[in-house]
């Protein structure tokens, strides 16, 4: 038996076939005749000098043999592949994969992505719309925007964006009905459930108490997901703590108003994220620099706030 590696192509035909448990699935899959793909096995048993499967009359099971090579050959080419996918993005400045949590998605990115295919067309961008932790290799993801607190992260590089807040938002009708902040005691109060993994908390109990009030917040609607708690407020249904990247563009265009000017700021953040030596590939740092501009054009909202820093709100 030879020590050297057996042909790839048999290797190939060999992990087609151990996960189907059948030639002919297997010779489907890798576009071969069933004939070919015994063929390659065949000589893959000779070059180890001994049989990888049983062969059954309608059917086929792995030897101890098989049965050893299997994992190690079906997590070879799941490394493989991965490794070709990513050679693949490194030349590829043409598609631009994003992912954003929902609330992010739908707020921010959504209304806006049309501006930036006008600015390059040049750019197929792609969203992923997920909470979840990301491997950039693995999930083909070029850009992450991420919510919170500042933490290291190997082999990322990160740019922080627009410093965040919370403020009371609702529709300028609603607003007319409450035109005091002591007048929410009487207000549906619509909670945004999606932050309160922050410490301390940014909620509508620590707005009430940075304002020196001094009523219930228990009540009202609580939604997971923040873009939920906006589409309420935009609905008309009752006052909701706005976060800014997500309230912003509705400020702006005065479908929401903020009328108290008080707002709470956040030690927690958006972020942008890529591979590290990656920020400043063309179609990632054009995505980065348009994000900064789209920021840019709201920035006047921060500026008529008064923002009070989290840690510096009295516990309840």
Not at 18 to 30: N, Q
Not at 199 to 222: V, Y
Not at 268 to 294: K, M, N, S, T, Y
């Amino acid at each position: 038996m030879s020590d050297r590696l057996p042909p790839l192509t048999a290797l190939r035909a060999f992990d087609a076939a151990a996960r189907h448990m059948s030639f002919a699935k297997a010779a489907e899959e890798l576009f071969v005749t069933p004939a070919a793909l015994s063929f390659q096995i065949k000589s893959l048993e000779e070059h180890l000098g001994a049989p990888l499967f049983h062969r059954l009359n309608r059917a086929v099971t792995l030897t101890e043999a098989g049965e050893a090579l299997a994992p190690g050959a079906q997590e070879g080419f799941r490394t493989l592949n991965a490794a070709w996918r990513s050679v693949q993005r490194l030349t590829d400045d043409a598609t631009l994969m994003v992912t954003a949590g929902p609330g992010f998605t739908a707020k921010w990115l959504a209304p806006r992505f049309f501006e930036f295919a006008r600015a390059h067309p040049e750019i197929d961008l792609r969203f992923s719309a997920t909470l979840r932790n990301v491997d950039f290799a693995r999930d083909e993801v070029d850009v992450a925007i991420r919510f919170g607190l500042e933490k290291d992260a190997p082999g990322l590089w990160t740019y922080p964006l627009a410093r965040e807040w919370v403020t009371p938002v609702m529709t300028p009708e609603i607003a007319k009905e409450f035109p005091t902040p002591q007048s929410l005691a009487k207000a549906t109060l619509i909670h945004d459930e999606s932050i309160n993994f922050l410490r301390p908390r940014a909620d509508w109990a620590a707005w009430i108490r940075m304002m020196g009030l001094d009523f219930d917040t228990s009540h009202g609607p609580r939604f997971s997901g923040a873009d939920h708690s906006i589409d309420a407020a935009l609905a008309g249904a009752g006052v909701a703590l706005g976060r800014r990247a997500l309230v912003v563009k509705d400020l702006n265009e005065g479908r929401l108003v903020a009328p108290f000017s008080q707002a709470i700021s956040l030690q927690a953040r958006f972020r942008f994220l890529c591979l590290q030596g990656a920020q400043d590939r063309p179609h990632i740092a054009a995505f980065r620099h348009w994000i900064l501009d789209e920021i840019a054009k709201t920035a006047h909202i921060t500026d008529a706030l008064t923002l009070t820093p989290i840690e510096d709100i009295p516990p309840a």
